[in-house]
């Protein structure tokens, strides 16, 4: 669990939609935030906003660029405390039109980025004793939605790493969280990799990205691991009798001497703060 008021945060994404609305957010309750994304005029206008942030334009499916976005943040305030791994892209195509090649980009951007991204803040989280992961999934990975496929399977792989990791991140006192965005109003079903938002049989009310935002701060000072975004944000549990929870992993039971070490054999990853 990590205050907010005092931290170092870098967010992916930040130049629109949830991911410049969280950097509001904890700009806003006292963090110092790192901006991320590709298009340098939108960020630096919202860092002449907000106090204390800065911009560094980065292609997130670049390891390099992301190595230098978290070496920036180490060279200006010696710490990074809090990383949203936001940026994300949609492919909204039934499987018999999905291409290999707009699936792997997808798969760059929603999996590997997220990835790359958590193994380049862990050594300083691990040095400075703690920090926050939130990754930014949908809950499109919890249920079935034909036409959504390849979407889909990028951010339950997303949820299964960010399950792992909080499980081997334990010991280094570093809390990996997810949270489970519905349709947002935001640009993203404008900029899809492929395919077109169809709304389908039921039609939700977009959420406001502000809504999303006060989730993710949610998931930084609480530490659970799951959380659906709504108001307020609704922690959910593999195993549970939540609707939503059904799509979750169960962890392994613990066994002695099996993988991991300590930090494999957290009592309950998925259920509540990490400890």
């Not at 609704?234 to 001497?257: N, V, Y």
Request: charged share 15%; hydrophobic share 45%; glycine share 12%.
């Amino acid at each position: 669990m990590i205050k907010i008021d005092g931290s170092v945060a870098i967010v992916t994404g930040a130049s629109s939609g949830i991911g410049a609305a969280t950097a509001r957010l904890l700009a806003g309750r006292g963090a110092r935030v790192v901006l991320a994304a590709r298009r340098a005029d939108r960020l630096e206008g919202l860092a002449a906003e907000l106090p204390g942030a800065m911009a560094v334009p980065t292609d997130v499916t670049d390891p390099a660029q992301l190595g230098h976005l978290v070496e920036r943040c180490l060279d200006v305030h010696g710490r990074v405390d809090i990383l949203v791994n936001n940026a994300g892209q949609g492919l909204h195509v039934p499987l018999l039109e999905l291409r290999a090649d707009d699936l792997r980009a997808v798969f760059e951007l929603n999996v590997i980025a997220p990835l790359i991204a958590m193994q380049a803040v862990i050594p300083s989280m691990r040095a400075q004793g703690g920090g926050a992961i939130v990754n930014v999934s949908s809950a499109t990975s919890l249920r079935l939605f034909p036409g959504l496929g390849g979407y889909s399977a990028t951010k339950a792989a997303l949820n299964l790493l960010s399950q792992i990791g909080r499980i081997e991140f334990a010991d280094a006192g570093v809390a990996v969280s997810v949270v489970y965005p519905s349709v947002t109003d935001t640009e993203f079903h404008q900029s899809l990799r492929a395919g077109h938002f169809a709304g389908g049989p039921r039609r939700f009310p977009a959420d406001p990205p502000e809504l999303v935002a006060t989730a993710i701060a949610f998931a930084i000072e609480s530490g659970e691991a799951h959380l659906m975004v709504g108001d307020p944000p609704r922690p959910i549990s593999p195993g549970s009798d939540d609707p939503w929870a059904g799509g979750l992993a169960r962890p392994m039971p613990a066994r002695p001497g099996w993988g991991g070490g300590a930090a494999g054999q957290t009592a309950s990853p998925d259920r509540g703060p990490a400890t």
